[in-house]
Nanobody, 118 residues
Framework: QVQLVESGGGLVQAGGSLRLSCAVS????????MGWYRQAPGKQRELVAA???????TYGDSVKGRFALSRDNAKNTMYLQMNSLKPEDTAVYYC????????????WGQGTQVTVSS
């Protein structure tokens, strides 16, 4: 099993920045890639960004050029740097990992709230 713990959410004004962190523990060898999803009230959960181990990061169209995903394998931590935040970025952000065996996004953190005020 894999455990994911997010931190770093909060309230920020439009145009500001936040950095989210996701600490990973457990059977890390069983997952790839890792990523961030978000869910706004009344909307479906959407992929923000995903990073495979040693591969190219993928970003959702709405965050390209503003968000940057990185991982520190030595610390088993993934980061999401969010710049030029907009009110429409307001959502609960979830750290997630895909299982190597069945290729489903089966490991999820508890979520962290990001609120962007206008």
């Amino acid at each position: 099993q894999v455990q994911l713990v997010e931190s770093g959410g909060g309230l920020v004004q439009a145009g500001g920045s936040l950095r989210l962190s996701c600490a990973v523990s457990g059977s890390i060898f069983s997952i790839n890639p890792m990523g961030w999803y978000r869910q706004a009230p009344g909307k479906q959960r959407e992929l923000v960004a995903a990073i495979p181990n040693g591969g190219t990061t993928t970003y959702g169209d709405s965050v390209k050029g503003r968000f940057a995903l990185s991982r520190d394998n030595a610390k088993n931590t993934m980061y999401l740097q969010m710049n030029s935040l907009k009110p429409e970025d307001t959502a609960v952000y979830y750290c997630a990992a895909r299982s190597r065996s069945d290729r489903t996004w089966s490991a999820w953190g508890q979520g962290t709230q990001v609120t962007v005020s206008s």
